[in-house]
């Protein structure tokens, strides 16, 4: 696993051994940023289920200002702060151990983008989702982008709108976009499934 663009570009990243967590593979996470590409620079990104922390790094790499990496396992915050050691992203990257939901539910900061890549069916992206909408996290024009698997929950959710998705295999990539408090849904030509890079 390692870095695909940006500053760091081709760093290598420490991550788990074994099945215990389901990394997203450099195709997915090149796909994501891709799609939010213009999302990225200056962005304050908070990642809820960060896992070894590699898509708040890379947007750090590719210009993010700050990011904040959640996870409840002690495991992942240690690989996480190695990562962000080595890195040299430790000053823009607050790390805690703690649950996701609790977090969004007890900070007061805002969010331009929020990565959200729980463990596939274990039915958190509803949860996640609307903790996301029913708390103030998400700044104005803020973006979501879930990955999920082809079985699980990829659809409209209250609150929010679905801007882009693509599919890559069984993977579902889903950016979302608040929806308009005039009614609107904020949709473009973009929202579509595509299987190409």
Do not use: H, W
């Not at 190695?82 to 990257?93: H, I, T």
């Not at 539910?105 to 958190?124: A, E, Q, S």
């Not at 890559?168 to 949709?187: D, H, P």
């Amino acid at each position: 696993m390692r870095i695909i663009s940006g500053t760091r570009r081709g760093r290598r990243l420490l991550e788990f051994e074994g099945d215990a967590v389901r990394p997203t593979t450099d195709r997915v996470k090149e796909s994501i940023f891709n799609l939010i590409t213009a999302y990225v620079p200056d962005a304050v990104c908070l990642d809820m289920f960060s896992g070894s922390g590699a898509l708040a790094f890379e947007a750090l790499s590719r210009g993010a200002k700050k990011t904040v990496c959640i996870d409840s396992d002690a495991r992942s915050i240690d690989i996480i702060r190695k990562n962000a050691d080595m890195l040299g992203f430790r000053d823009k990257c607050d790390i805690i151990n703690m649950s996701c939901f609790d977090y969004v539910r007890g900070t007061d900061m805002k969010f331009d983008i929020v990565f959200l890549d729980p463990p596939y069916n274990k039915g958190l992206i509803e949860p996640a989702l609307g903790a996301l909408t029913d708390s103030d996290v998400l700044s104005d024009g803020a973006v979501v982008v879930l990955e999920s698997d082809g079985g699980d929950f990829r659809g409209e959710t209250d609150g929010l709108t679905i801007y882009k998705q693509r599919k890559y295999g069984r993977t579902f990539i889903t950016v979302y976009k608040i929806k308009s408090k005039a009614g609107g849904e904020g949709t473009d030509e973009n929202c579509s499934l595509s299987g190409q890079l």
